[in-house]
């Protein structure tokens, strides 16, 4: 059972707003109302085209952060179908093995520009879409182990994140390896699993099915995460039916089944297992900067009703020979 309290994550990217003094108005606001005391950050080709920026709207604010591989990830997939660290490919699962390396080297110049530990894990995933063979993705980990850097090992740790399953009858979105396939790798890797809500949901098009996935990776003593960004059957806004299009509460986007009642119930579930817990939503694209963060605000106070809320101090980061 972990005894520390967990992390606080926003998906910020996904309610970012387009102007850069709104974007510094966004984290400050994130950090100065206690909404988060971490990011989940995406990487794509790096991590933005203004790192050092990046950096300064962290330092101090946001030190138990994630990157998320899935948005580099999901172009590489659709480029050649054959890309990730699941792929029976050879070309492909090299590539996916570099792209996690770069990763993890970006995250390290980025907690040498805080001074702090502001990234402490990465998302990896069991891509490709379809075609995933869980023996590769156990191979994948075993290179990842025998080529730590020589100076020593990474600061940053790995955790796999569960996406919505290939199911021949069900469209889907990442079409990843289901659950059952991913505990016994994830066990022999040593690493942990990390849910996210609307991505579950997805999976079987039906709400109850992140519930079911977080009490099993419980019971396997294997939770690491939870992530809240939902999904529904009908088309609005922000997707269409079935989407992995961040959705936020039912209360926000009545076409969401995240509802506050379904967050409390996995939050049960999770109590005294998870390391973090946060949300990704997206929000109107045309909402001021007050808006987005209440949005945030009303999922992450269902957080806080469980005893998670921010309070780290930033943890002294020790420069790599």
């Known amino acids: 059972m972990n005894t520390e309290r967990p992390a606080t994550l926003v998906g910020a990217y996904a309610a970012l707003p387009s102007l850069r003094a709104d974007q510094e108005r966004f984290y400050e606001g994130l950090a100065g109302r206690g909404i988060a005391d971490g990011l989940e950050i995406p990487y794509r080709d790096g991590l933005g085209e203004d790192v050092p920026w990046l950096a300064a709207q962290m330092r101090g604010r946001f030190t138990r952060s994630v990157i998320t591989l899935i948005p580099g990830t999901m172009v590489r997939v659709g480029a050649s179908g054959t890309f990730g660290l699941a792929s029976g490919d050879r070309d492909g699962r090299q590539a996916a093995l570099e792209f996690l390396r770069e990763a993890r080297i970006a995250a390290e110049e980025l907690n040498q520009l805080t ?10 995933h069991t891509a490709p879409s379809v075609t995933a063979v869980p023996e590769m993705f156990a191979r994948s980990l075993d290179e990842i182990t025998a080529s730590a850097p020589a100076t020593g090992d990474w600061s940053t740790r790995l955790v796999l994140e569960h996406c919505d399953a290939y199911a021949p009858t069900v469209p889907g979105e990442k079409r990843f390896l289901p659950l059952e396939d991913e ?5 022999a890797g040593g690493i942990g699993v990390a849910i996210n809500w609307g991505r579950s949901a997805i999976e079987a098009q039906d709400s109850a099915r992140p519930l079911a996935h977080i009490t099993r990776l419980v019971s396997e003593g294997l939770l690491k995460g939870v992530m809240f ?13 079935w989407a992995d299009a961040h959705l936020p509460l039912t209360e926000d986007e009545p076409t969401s089944l995240m509802d506050a009642d379904e ?6 579930a999770a109590e005294g297992a998870m390391s973090y817990a946060g949300a990704k939503i997206q929000v109107p694209g045309d909402a001021a900067v007050d808006e987005r963060l209440a949005m945030l605000g009303r999922t992450m106070r269902l957080l806080a009703e469980r005893g998670v809320a921010p309070a780290a101090e930033p943890a002294a980061v020790t420069a790599r020979p």
């Open 263 to 268: 967050v409390r119930r996995c939050l049960r």
């Open 183 to 187: 505990i016994p790798l994830a066990r």
């Open 229 to 241: 960004s939902g999904a529904g059957p009908t088309a609005n806004e922000y997707g269409g039916p």
């Open 115 to 124: 001074g702090e530990q502001s990234v402490s894990v990465i998302h990896i």
